[in-house]
């Protein structure tokens, strides 16, 4: 054999094994996520189509000092907002793990054999030192690649799953203390309206007592009275709950100016304590929102499953190697000349499984579709949700103005029943009448303008602010 032709064999032989990894690395069962098509509507419920807007900070949003205070100390303490970002830590190490998988793992190790090969035989004695690496899977098929972007797009979800939280803390301490503040203007509005009550009664009293006054005039005056202690006592028991709740959101004890929880002027304008939240187009609301991405993340996660489980029909080829000294001698072990190496691959095809292998495609595939109804699923509720605040939004402004319109009406007609009361044309029970109806107008519009508020608030978390 001519040198030329000995040139050639390794040339030939290298070209080959390129060729052959070449050929390997094509059939990677790895398929990269594509978005699915998913039918998106052009304009809110209404007509509203919004215009193209960022999500809004939650510092922008929340006006009021207070308010802005107490949510940033349930960011901070807050036990779901800290597990959930805990659950971020454990899924950014997994994905390491599953990263480091693809490399190989390299030892250093001291090994030693004593052995004999009959009763008479001598002792035969073997050591070794050196580096080692040990069942390094050559992921020619992606099966290790799909397993690290099933753990990195978990990763994603739950930083996703993080900020959702996050949203949701800041839209539910805003609802609590807005709920504390309603129940404490309901208990002063009640407090006040006993104590008028309660006056009203004695001067009955008096008059029933002098015979001006009816039996039936005296018991409707205690009736009011009675009916004003039972509100007291369901709206002093409400602000309790409110209170509770807001501490646990909150995640620790409120500071005392927070939980005598001072009264929000009447004056107060809304945009005083939360500020408006603009509507951008659908697709942009619906496809940012933090529970929507998590959704979308978990579904790339089942798609690289499904490729990991077709990787496992082909052959899994493994590599062990060492490098080092080797000797019948532990004296001898790092002398000149016992140095050497060793090279071990492997290549396994399962031919009988029993059927584990395609039921477990079958699995992977139908958890990909069940992640796929799910992401859908998710966009059809933020998208209901987004629709329910803008409602909300839109019919409470028009109902607040109508309510301060009946105040003022029911205000007047106590204000003109009174006089006629006096003036001895119209009986004690018109006034009451009258006292009743303006109570439960001033309830109707407490409880409306905080609505309004809440509206805002509900908003803000179904448009996906940060």
Known sequence: MTSERMKLIPTRTALAALLSVGVLAGCSQFQPYQRPDTPLPAAWAGGEAGAQTAPLAWEDFVSDPALRALVQKALDNNRDARIAALQVE?????HRIREAARLPTVAAGVTGSRATTGENEPINSTYTAGLQVTGWEIDFFGRLASLQESARAQYLASEEALRSTRIGLVAGVASGWLNLQSSDALLRLTQQTLATREESLRLTRLRFDAGTASALDLRQAESLVESAGVTLAQQQRQRAQDLNALTLLVGQPLD??????????????????????????????????????????????????IGAARAAFFPRIALTASVGSASSELSGLFKSGSWGWTLAPQALLTIFDAGANRANLASAQAEREITLAQYEKAIQTAFREVNDALAGRDTLATQLASQQALVRAETERLRLATLRERQGVASQLEVLDAQRSQFAAEQALVQTRYALLQARVALFKATGGV
């Open 90 to 94: 454990q899924l950014r190490a997994q």
């Open 256 to 305: 005392q100016p927070l939980a005598e929880a001072q009264l929000m002027p009447a004056r107060t304008a809304a945009g005083d304590v939360v500020a408006e939240v603009p509507v951008g187009l659908p697709s942009r609301v619906l496809l940012e929102r933090p529970d929507i991405r998590a959704a979308e993340q978990k579904l790339a996660a089942a798609n690289a499953q």
